[in-house]
Structure formats: structure tokens, C-alpha cells
């Protein structure tokens, strides 16, 4: 029997032995991808070794030359006992419901939460799953308490769900409303004028919107500007943004950066956050790599890259993989979206009038999809079509990227390479 599988084995063993037991061990992490978890004998001053000595859980002793360890760090023989349970288990409601339930016992939240959401996968409408990760029914679908509270125009506050109306009211003093209250006479009177047919006044209005500096006329700008039909409207208002300093431009350039139309509106945008206003760009940047379109966690994984933040590796490590939903039309007649493309394999079918979003279509052509996809003719398409839901998990090359410019590592996608690494950081 390999090394690698005799320690991997005396791990499992181990762990099953111990049961809830609170024991942490040391994991060894090879530069060839093995893993050795136990308890290394601490070397004295004395001591220049070139090997380590580890004390396995079952009691052995294994060497190892340290030019062959990547890193080591310490690691929870309950979570092993997990992943461990995780690999072999089937893949039916039972079986994740009985390891959630073993989580449970341990006090595993997120362990136990992600069995109950694989549960959710096989049988959506699980009802006791649905209660315990809070999920609520509204309009017949299913959704999380925070997507049902955002649906309805909230937005989570200090703990507390408050409209969008009434967090700039929380967040601002009688004196900072009234002094941006003033600029939107201005800024609507400049805006009209740089929008007439006079050239005189054209050219003044233009020349007055260019001159602002003050933060506070920031929020006339954006609803004045910030969502005008023509693209160049739009990217004048992020350049007029980018002259500002402090945090008041900085909410409404990220989220050019990220869900404008306009390539060219959102590159200005991220441009036009300063150095020293990234901090604060992170706070909105970061929470939309949990955002439903794939195509937005992956703009703000580009972004946060840029600005190279340790501080956020925790969460784009998390980010990686996403899952993902998309609605698409297929043929209506059929009790499968899929069909046998022209290679003989199993395809996703779609037209170029539309049947599949540009972004699935992307995805499936790049493999990231089941059974991949194909684009029929038009004289394809069927004249009678249904909506139906297709869900898949995106490795988000973006995210890659951002991890490797920020940390200068590369475990590809692999999260639990990543975590281990990281924890490395945390406790040097």
C-alpha cells in the first residue's frame, strides 16, 4: 500500500475512532498534492533535521523530507471526519439529511447547511431544509429571507432591514441633506442647458457640470446623469464622479463599474475610484461576488483584483465556483430541454434567436455547463416553446485571477487548497 493511501486511511480511521471529540491535529500539505494529518514532534534549537517526524493517528511515526512540504497548518479532526463522510455518502435525501443531522450534533453550521442546500438539489420542495436555512415561499418560489427582503426594496442595516429611502436618512445629518439638496436646481438647470440646441448654452452647462468638485452635488448627478438613455451621458457623469474626493461618489462609481450597459461607462468607472477610496469601494464590491448573474461576479472579482486586497481573499476564495440559475426557452412539446447536437452528443438546444442567454450559452460552450450547447439554424427553431430552469456551478476564471495577482499562489480552482493555504497566512 502507497504512503499517501496508508496515512489517508489511518486519518479516516482515526478520526471515526475519536467520534465528537474535540482534537485538533497537525495537516501536512505536500508539494505533490498528498496530505499527512497527525502530530509533529517539535524540533529543539539543536535540531536542523532535514526531515519531520509525525506521530500518525494511529500511533506510527512517518517521515517526511521537508523540501517535499508545501506548508502545514492545523486542522479540526471533526471537519476531516466530515469531508471524509462528505466523499462517500449517496447521493439521496436520506443520506444528506442523516450527515446534516451528524453536523448538527458537532455544531457544524456551515457544513451542515451545505448537505441541507445538496439536499435541496434533489428534492427542492424539502420542506424542514427549507425552514432550517430560513428560506421563505413567496409567489410560489422558493428563496432566502435576505432575497425576499430584497425583493420588496430593503436592505439590510446595522441588523435591520430598512428601505433605500430610509438608510440615506440614517446615514446623513440634516446639514449634509440640505447641502446636497442644494446642487439639484443647479445641476438640473446646467444639464438642460448642455442638452438645448444652443450652442452658447450648451457649452456653459457643460463647462459649469465639468467645474463641480464638491462631494455633496454627487447624488444630483447620479439622478440626473447617472441613468440617461445615451452612453456618453452616462460616462460624462462618471468622469464628473472621478474629480471628487472622499466616500459620497464612491457607492455610485462601483456600481457603474459593475452594472452599467456600457463597456466603456463601467472601465471609467472603476477608473475614477482613487487609491484612497478603495477601501470603501470594496465594502460594495464584495458582496456582489454572491450575485445572482455570473456575469456580475465575475466584473467584480476584475475589479477587486485591481485594487489587491489582502483583506478580501477569504471571500474570493469563497467565490471560486458559484452556483447559478437561468431561465431559458426550449421546445414545447419536449420533456427535456436537451437534445443530440451534430456530433452525437448530448447538447442544450438553443437558436440565434434567443433561446439561450448569451451568458448560458457562453458558459456551455466553454464546458462550464451540463452536456454543453449548440446554436441551430433558425429554420431549427420550433414554433411553440416553455420557460423552464437550468441551475450550474461557474468556475469563475476572473476570481482565479483576482486570487493569483493578490497572493501570488495558484491552487486552481480547489477552495479546500486555497482555505488550507490561507489559514497558513492567518496564523503566521
Known amino acids: 500500500m502507497s504512503l499517501r493511501l496508508l496515512l489517508s486511511c489511518a486519518g479516516c480511521l ?3 475512532a475519536l467520534g465528537s471529540v474535540e482534537v485538533e491535529a497537525d495537516l501536512v500539505r505536500l508539494k505533490n498534492g498528498g496530505e499527512v494529518r497527525g502530530e509533529i514532534e517539535r524540533a529543539t534549537e539543536s535540531d536542523d533535521s532535514d526531515v519531520l517526524l509525525i506521530h500518525t493517528l494511529t500511533g506510527g511515526r512517518v517521515t517526511v523530507d521537508k523540501s517535499d512540504v508545501d506548508y502545514i497548518t492545523r486542522r479540526s479532526l471533526e471537519i476531516e ?8 455518502i449517496a447521493d439521496t435525501v436520506d443520506a444528506h439529511w442523516e450527515l446534516a443531522e451528524w453536523c448538527k450534533a458537532r455544531r457544524l453550521k456551515p457544513q451542515r447547511e451545505e448537505q441541507l442546500e445538496l439536499l435541496l438539489d434533489i428534492d427542492p420542495d424539502h420542506a424542514e431544509s427549507r425552514r432550517i436555512l430560513g428560506h421563505v415561499r413567496h409567489n410560489g418560489q422558493w428563496m ?3 432575497q425576499w427582503m430584497e425583493s420588496r426594496g430593503y436592505i439590510l442595516h446595522r441588523g435591520k432591514y430598512v428601505t433605500q429611502q430610509e438608510l440615506d436618512l440614517l446615514e446623513k445629518s440634516q446639514a449634509e441633506r440640505e447641502a446636497e439638496t442644494a446642487w439639484y436646481p443647479k445641476v438640473r438647470l446646467w444639464f438642460t442647458w448642455m ?3 444652443s450652442r452658447q448654452r450648451a457649452a456653459e452647462g457643460r463647462a459649469n457640470l465639468e467645474a463641480i468638485r464638491d462631494p455633496d452635488a454627487a447624488a444630483a448627478l447620479v439622478n ?6 445615451s ?3 452616462r460616462l460624462f457623469c462618471v468622469e464628473c464622479l472621478s474629480r471628487m474626493q472622499g466616500p459620497k461618489p464612491v457607492r455610485s462609481l462601483a456600481a457603474k463599474s459593475l452594472f452599467d450597459e456600457s463597456g466603456d461607462v463601467r472601465r471609467a468607472a472603476r477608473q475614477g475610484i482613487s487609491e484612497d477610496q478603495q477601501e470603501l469601494a470594496l465594502e460594495y464590491l464584495v458582496p456582489e461576488l454572491r450575485h445572482d448573474s455570473n456575469t456580475i461576479v465575475q466584473r467584480a472579482a476584475s475589479a477587486i483584483g485591481e485594487m489587491g486586497d489582502l483583506n478580501v481573499v477569504p471571500y474570493l476564495i469563497e467565490a471560486l465556483v458559484t452556483s447559478h440559475k437561468w431561465k431559458i426557452r426550449v ?3 419536449n420533456t ?3 437534445g443530440i447536437g451534430p456530433n452525437g452528443q448530448p447538447t442544450m438546444l438553443g437558436s440565434q434567436s434567443g433561446f439561450l442567454p448569451p451568458e448560458v450559452e457562453l458558459l456551455a460552450r466553454t464546458g462550464q455547463l451540463p452536456y454543453g450547447a449548440i446554436v441551430l439554424p433558425p429554420k431549427f427553431q420550433p414554433r411553440s416553446t416553455r420557460t423552464v430552469t437550468i441551475k450550474g456551478d461557474v468556475k469563475n476564471s476572473k476570481v482565479l485571477a483576482a486570487l493569483k495577482e493578490i497572493t501570488g499562489q495558484d491552487f486552481g480552482y480547489n477552495q479546500r487548497d486555497w482555505q488550507l493555504w490561507w489559514q497558513t497566512q492567518a496564523h503566521s
Open 14 to 16: 482515526a478520526a471515526f
Open 144 to 146: 432566502t429571507r435576505e
Open 231 to 233: 452612453d456618453g451621458v
Open 331 to 333: 421546445p414545447a412539446g
Open 336 to 338: 427535456t430541454s436537451f
Open 195 to 197: 442638452s438645448g440646441r
Open 224 to 229: 440626473f446623469l447617472g441613468d440617461h438613455e
Open 81 to 88: 471526519e466530515y469531508e471524509s463522510r462528505a466523499r462517500l
